[in-house]
């Protein structure tokens, strides 16, 4: 299958886009990641410079937005901009202090997938949900993010005189999308290693299928194939285990925005049926409906994407079994070899886990669900008590 120009196009600006602002340094037009001095010192220079402009965006808008009469949204607000800052603050310390342990994964990943494009015939953009998230992240969410902004200052905005209003939202804006990179980073990252996975698991199918007996057929043996399934776990579970801090505030940023975010849409829709509800009130209800539903998109991500590597990895106990039983003029060494194989497919652990406290996969997605369900209602007992 010929893959169309516009997607290498989309996939070398996308992923040279999205290294470029965390940073790291990519050489798009080789793959590698490379190791610059002057990356390190512009790094740190402007961590240097949001240390300190940070905490004054934050304290501004919380200032502008307090309210009187809710001090619920008070604190959610306070916890809000304080999150932001201090999560964007310690991701850009942990990757100015693993820069050099990224690039050596990540240009490790790169090569074992370019081993698996040879290997199978197939480019990694004949993937379809590879290339749907590339998609998302040049469309979906820049098209939020101004969806979110203009409804925002249409509705609460008033006048555009006042410039540094408008600069801190701006600015502030810019800091909750900085968060949406870093989970399209680690989503990236485990997605690549998911469909090398596929690619591996093609391979053994191929494989099962083939003429063993015959001296044309040059394929991988089950044994390289194996060495390369084994070699793409250890790379996803690095990657992963190097970005364990990060993963774990973006499942508590997402688990209190989406609670936030319901109780903010409940309070508005509870004081407009107090007063009336008129009809320009209708826009302004849109800003905290996007940012839901963005929240929701987010988070059903970040655990989807982690389970489709899982299920990847899993299967290769059935195809390691589909290659034994399809097989039948192989030597006997051969069965032995794929007997020890199957002994240690057993004994692996291919479920990705946040600090081995949980494992990213849909039964996380349903456990939040629910422990956001009890929060809400407390919260909004808590709001209902207010007005008695």
């Known amino acids: ?10 996939q070398s600006v996308v992923l040279k886009f999205l290294f470029a602002i ?21 790094s740190i220079v402007l961590l240097v410079l949001y240390a300190i402009v940070g905490p004054i965006v934050c304290a501004e808008l919380y200032v502008m937005n307090f309210s009187v009469e809710n001090q619920i949204t008070n604190a959610l607000s306070a916890f809000q901009f304080a999150f932001v800052y201090f999560f964007i603050l ?27 494009e040879r290997m199978v015939a197939r480019s990694m953009l004949e993937f379809r949900l590879y290339t749907l998230f590339l998609v998302k992240i040049t469309a979906v969410d820049i098209l939020m993010q101004l969806v979110a902004l203009y409804t925002f200052e249409d509705s609460t ?22 968060i949406v990179v870093i989970e399209n980073f680690i989503l990236a990252g485990v997605l ?3 469909v090398m996975q596929a690619m591996v698991n093609i391979g053994m199918k191929r494989l099962a299928r083939s003429r063993q007996g015959s001296t044309a057929d040059r394929r991988p043996s089950v044994l390289q194939l194996y060495m390369l399934h084994c070699k793409n776990e250890d790379l996803v579970k ?8 990060p993963t774990l505030m973006l499942t508590g940023w997402y688990f209190f925005m989406i609670v936030y975010s319901v109780y903010y849409m409940y309070v508005y829709a509870f004081e407009a049926s107090l007063r009336g509800v008129r ?3 209708f826009k302004a209800y849109i800003n905290p409906l996007v940012f839901f539903l963005y929240q929701c998109l987010q988070l059903y991500l970040l655990v989807l994407i982690p389970s489709v590597y899982t299920d990847h990895a899993k299967k290769m106990m059935r195809l390691l079994n589909y290659v034994s039983v399809n097989q039948h003029h192989h030597r006997p060494g051969q069965e032995r070899l794929i007997e020890v194989l199957m002994v240690d497919c057993m004994q692996r652990n291919n479920a990705i886990s946040n ?7 849909r039964a996380l997605l349903f456990g939040m669900i629910a422990t956001m369900t009890s929060y809400l209602i407390i919260l909004i007992q808590f709001h209902i008590q207010e007005y008695e």
């Open 90 to 116: 310690i991701v850009q310390i942990i990757f100015i202090r693993k820069k050099a342990c990224l690039h050596v994964l990540l240009n490790e990943m790169f090569q074992v997938k370019h081993v698996l």
């Open 1 to 10: 299958m010929q893959v169309p120009r516009w997607l290498i196009v989309l």
């Open 22 to 42: 965390l940073p790291l340094s990519f050489d798009r037009h080789r793959e590698r990641f490379r190791n610059r001095t002057k990356d390190v010192i512009l």
């Open 238 to 245: 690095q990657f992963m285990e190097t970005l364990n801090f």
């Open 355 to 361: 600090y081995g406290m949980y494992a990213m996969n």
């Open 192 to 194: 690549i290693g998911a």
């Open 279 to 281: 009809a320009d009130e």
């Open 157 to 178: 905005y008033k006048g555009w005189e006042n410039s540094v209003w408008f600069a801190s939202w701006l600015t502030f804006y810019a800091m909750m999308y900085f």
